[in-house]
């Protein structure tokens, strides 16, 4: 099945859809991941994977990507239906900026609103994953497993 939006609804409470992000979720100051929750998950659902990408990053990569990837999360119970701030439980991905985690929005000075998607995507039967993958990795290997999907938008911007 190819991915596709689902009546799965993803929050967080330090920002609203579209809302701005806090600097302590940002590489400007405590650079820790904001809490999320979702709900609504297809029936079937056995786990999950998070993933943040700011698509406005003036970044194209050799296989054809863009933009910056902030955090790669996966291997996530079908029970866990909230990730608590700063969180470090479960299998962590590489970011684009080369470590594993997650890491902050942190845009060029002057560039402008960059929107950072956090996706969360429920999972059918999905393999339990090695640590380190990249998100074009993670998606590879979940893609077959994936019943839904749905986001929540954070902006950021540096003057």
Known sequence: MGFALSAMQLQSDAFDNVGKIPAKHTGEAENVSPSLSWKNSPDGTNG???????????????????????????NI???VTHLEEATELFTQGVHDAGST????????????LH???????????APK???GLTL????????????GMNRLVGTY???
């Open 48 to 74: 999950y994977a998070v993933i943040c990408h700011d698509p406005d990053a003036p970044l194209i990569s050799r296989g054809g990507s863009y933009g910056f990837v902030h955090w790669v999360l996966y």
């Open 77 to 79: 119970p079908a029970d």
């Open 101 to 112: 985690g997650y890491t902050g929005p942190m845009p060029p000075n002057g560039h402008g």
């Open 115 to 125: 929107h950072y998607y956090f996706w969360v995507i429920a999972l059918k039967d």
């Open 129 to 131: 994953l090695p640590a």
């Open 136 to 147: 074009w990795q993670l998606l590879d290997a979940v893609e077959p497993y994936a019943l």
């Open 157 to 159: 911007q540096r003057d």
